[in-house]
């Protein structure tokens, strides 16, 4: 028996929504990103930032895993203790593909597959509005079992 046609359109339009919401948060993430490097509150790679995390993990309230597909062994490994002491802590985490977009958006010029962004926004970027946004998208993802939630940045 085919599918009602009702049926159909619900499915699309709920597509629809959630790839306007995941724009959104994609845009959200970017421009606060942006604002915390302006105000000098981001730390980009592994190792910079898991000395953060041992140091002040009071000082973080968003890490940032920046992965497309990589098949490196060692930088799993290292995400996955990131992530481990980021759920320990409560520190809100978003894998992120696209990391050619976050190096046009923060100004990388070293493409190193170990120098992966991983943001900590301090205080002052809490009241980022923007923050909340991508905080929101966490927390519905972790509410469906996604556990660390994903985000595709779009390449422009």
Same mark, same amino acid.
Not at 25 to 52: F, P
């Given at each position: 028996?085919?599918?009602?046609?009702?049926?159909?359109?619900?499915?699309?339009?709920?597509?629809?929504?959630? %790839?306007?919401?995941?724009?959104?948060? %994609?845009?959200?993430?970017?421009?606060?990103?942006?604002?915390?490097?302006? *105000?000098? #509150?981001?730390?980009? %790679?592994?190792?910079?930032?898991?000395?953060?995390?041992?140091?002040?993990?009071?000082?973080?309230?968003? #890490?940032?895993?920046?992965?497309?597909?990589?098949?490196?062994?060692?930088?799993? =490994?290292?995400?996955?203790?990131?992530?481990?002491? #980021?759920?320990?802590? %409560?520190?809100?985490?978003?894998?992120?593909?696209?990391? +050619? +977009?976050? *190096? *046009?958006?923060?100004?990388?010029?070293?493409?190193?597959?170990?120098?992966?962004?991983?943001?900590?926004? @301090?205080?002052?970027?809490?009241? @980022? #509005? +923007?923050?909340?946004?991508?905080? =929101?998208?966490?927390?519905?993802?972790? +509410?469906?079992?996604?556990?660390?939630?994903?985000?595709?940045?779009?390449?422009?």
């Amino acid at each position: 028996m085919p599918e009602p046609l009702w049926a159909k359109l619900q499915s699309h339009i709920v597509a629809l929504l959630v %790839g306007c919401w995941m724009q959104s948060v %994609g845009l959200a993430l970017e421009e606060l990103l942006v604002t915390a490097q302006k *105000q000098d #509150c981001l730390t980009v %790679g592994i190792y910079e930032s898991a000395k953060l995390l041992n140091a002040d993990p009071d000082s973080v309230v968003l #890490c940032v895993l920046a992965a497309d597909d990589e098949d490196d062994v060692a930088l799993k =490994i290292h995400f996955t203790l990131l992530q481990s002491f #980021c759920c320990d802590s %409560g520190i809100t985490i978003l894998r992120v593909c696209g990391v +050619r +977009r976050l *190096q *046009q958006l923060l100004g990388a010029v070293d493409v190193n597959r170990n120098q992966e962004e991983c943001g900590d926004l @301090h205080s002052h970027c809490l009241y @980022h #509005c +923007r923050l909340q946004e991508v905080g =929101i998208y966490c927390q519905e993802s972790r +509410r469906l079992d996604q556990w660390v939630p994903e985000l595709v940045l779009q390449e422009r």
